[in-house]
């Protein structure tokens, strides 16, 4: 039990700063988004140096009676599994604020108002130990989503905001549904108390299919997940890096916090059509990767492809492949994100994200190309940078469950290596497209300042990946039931 409220206060410190916005002028909103962003920062900086990675307990624990009649607790606290996701939204946020800075020049109040909207849904998220609390900033995350790509999105912005919305809502109906029946049944939604109760396993089935219908849409898994590319192509810069970079990791968080601990039997049953899914959703990825000629949409499809590796590594149920998974939720987060913010960055200049319409563009921005380079390279899992370690372990892990789930992944990885270098060789190399003669396509200083912590990471967790997975070991343990 924690004396001072770390966790509420950096889960609700950015809501705090969003609605302050609305008190101040457009001119100093970005510097208010920025300071509150950055101030989340400072304040959850407890959470990474009193951790203790010797144990699987819940840490900083927070509960407070919230509605006593119906036995329903405000409960916080985290464990090695959610310390790494909330670092990842709060580092987001911060560059979030970064790119947006020139790139929003209307509504600009609103618009860093519902970027710490989702910073505070992300986090409590991550944080909460009560299923009900869970479902809170699971639906809240979904209102400044969709007003980040309906009201500063594309041009079909506003048909790519509804069909999220409704792919979204249609799923969590039926964890609404779930949800109410694990109180009828257990009369608590503490997620300790529910892993303890004894659920027929009859209803954990039915249970599990009910979760699933939310989480793989928020995966995306496939087929759900045909939102993604439309959300993705048509969201602001910022929309589509928290997207990609935390939103798609909320449904692989609910099958380690909520699917396999409180339902086992379910995921026992469930376990094989998850594998196949899996794999399906990495090669059908990458082929469908292959075909884009936007690259938005061809980063969007690659994140189906690489969503696919963490669900296969979850449902493995193997040590090595839950572990895996979870660090790739980690690599994809970074290296997404900031894919995401070099194009955001470019198109800002060249006003196309057509792949044709690119060319030679290591002549005129040398230092773009050499990030962009660091985070493709990353992207196809080069050694030595982040996403390697990750997809290893999680193809370790296939193999030790099926060879031909080993095989399928393997398959995955070398077509995610050709998209990858095929994206790069189209956009900078040869000679200059003519189109982009005489823009300048360099970045400034706030640009490279905000992708240099993105980088950093990217190669500090390919040399170290145990800054990551330090932190899993004991709560993975525990989630598989693997004796000490």
């Known amino acids: 039990m924690s004396d001072y409220p ?5 889960t609700f410190l950015p809501l705090a700063g969003a609605l302050l916005l609305f008190f101040a002028s ?6 208010i988004a920025l300071a509150v962003s950055l101030a989340t920062i400072a304040v959850s900086a407890p959470l990474y140096t009193d951790f203790d990675k010797g144990s699987s307990a819940l840490q900083f624990v927070e509960s407070v009676d919230w509605i006593p009649d119906w036995n329903l607790v405000y409960g916080m606290g985290v464990d090695g599994i959610s310390i790494p996701f909330i670092a990842l939204a709060t580092l987001l946020t911060v560059l979030c604020v970064g790119v947006s800075w020139v790139a ?5 109040r609103e618009f860093y108002a519902a970027l710490l909207v989702a910073e505070t849904a992300m986090i409590g998220l991550f944080a909460a130990t009560n299923l009900f609390v869970f479902f809170v900033f699971w639906e809240l995350i979904v209102i400044p989503i ?9 041009p079909r912005r506003v048909y790519s905001a509804m069909k999220f919305l409704l792919f979204t809502l249609a799923g969590s109906v039926l964890m609404l549904v779930g949800l109410i029946t694990l109180y009828t049944t257990c009369d608590t939604l503490d997620f300790r108390e529910l892993a303890k109760a004894a659920i027929d396993p009859d209803h954990q089935v039915w249970l599990f299919a009910a979760f699933l219908a939310a989480f793989a849409v928020k995966v995306p898994m496939f087929p759900v997940h045909t939102w993604l590319p439309d959300a993705h192509t048509e969201a602001p810069t910022a929309g589509s890096v928290i997207l990609a970079g ?6 692989a968080y609910g099958f380690l916090r909520i699917s396999l601990p409180i339902l086992p039997e379910g995921a026992a049953f469930f376990v094989e059509p998850m594998l196949v899914l899996s794999v399906v959703a990495i090669v059908y990825g990458a082929y469908m990767t292959l075909a884009q000629t936007d690259i938005k949409r061809l980063i969007a499809y690659s994140s189906v492809g690489h969503m696919g590796f963490v669900t296969l590594g979850i449902f493995t149920l193997k040590q090595g492949g839950v572990e895996g998974a979870i660090l790739q939720m980690i690599n994809h987060g970074i290296v997404s994100a900031a894919l995401f913010l070099c194009v955001g960055m470019i198109y800002e200049r060249t006003h196309t994200r057509e792949i044709k319409d690119y060319g030679g563009v290591a002549r005129t921005a040398p230092v773009y190309c050499v990030f962009l380079t660091l985070f493709c390279l990353a992207a196809a899992g080069f050694p030595g940078l982040n996403s390697f370690v990750g997809e290893f372990l999680v193809v370790q892990g296939a193999f030790a ?6 095989a399928m992944a393997i398959w995955g990885v070398a077509l995610g290596t050709v998209y990858m270098v095929w994206l790069y060789y189209r956009v900078v190399m040869g000679k200059l497209n003519p189109g982009l003669e005489g823009m300048k396509l360099e970045l400034g200083v ?19 990946p145990e800054l990551v997975l330090s932190y899993l070991h004991e709560p993975v343990k525990a989630l598989l039931g693997v004796a000490p």
Do not use: D, Q
């Open 401 to 406: 469950t099926e060879n031909w789930l080993g």
């Open 146 to 154: 969709f007003l980040l790509i309906g009201v500063w999105g594309g």
């Open 26 to 31: 457009a001119r100093f909103a970005r510097w």
């Open 6 to 10: 770390v966790l509420t206060v950096t």
């Open 446 to 464: 706030r640009e490279v300042v905000t992708l240099a912590p993105l980088a950093v990471l990217a190669v500090c967790l390919g040399v170290y």
């Open 246 to 251: 935390v939103l798609l990791k909320m449904g």
């Open 104 to 108: 929003v020049k209307t509504r600009v």
